[in-house]
Nanobody, 117 residues
Framework: QVQLVESGGGLVQAGGSLRLSCTASISIRFNVMEWHRQAPGKQRELVATIGSGGNTNYNDSVKGRFTISRDNLKNTVYLQMNSLKLEDTAVYYC????????????WGKGTLVTVSS
């Protein structure tokens, strides 16, 4: 069974930076990987995606501030978050899209990012 483990969350002041990591228990080489977030009282939303070839897409609210990347040798996807805002406070989740041995989408348990003023 595929497992995803996020790390790197924490408390940061507005304007600061954090880098989240998501490490998979299997090779992610051919899979689309995603970061989502869920703020208190809000629905979960897609933050960024990265394809197997490295192509990326971002939620408009994070464009120019967040960067998604992947290291297939480490089975890890990253989310570099710069110029953090109060509204970025959320639990951030990693997700792997099904392909190959991954038969269904799988979510990590999440990592909490809190941005303070």
């Amino acid at each position: 069974q595929v497992q995803l483990v996020e790390s790197g969350g924490g408390l940061v002041q507005a304007g600061g930076s954090l880098r989240l990591s998501c490490t998979a228990s299997i090779s992610i080489r051919f899979n689309v990987m995603e970061w989502h977030r869920q703020a208190p009282g809000k629905q979960r939303e897609l933050v960024a995606t990265i394809g197997s070839g490295g192509n990326t897409n971002y939620n408009d609210s994070v464009k120019g501030r967040f960067t998604i990347s992947r290291d297939n040798l480490k089975n890890t996807v990253y989310l570099q978050m710069n110029s953090l805002k109060l509204e970025d406070t959320a639990v951030y989740y990693c997700k792997i899209q099904p392909l190959g041995v991954v038969r269904r989408e799988v979510w990590g348990k999440g990592t909490l990012v809190t941005v303070s003023s």
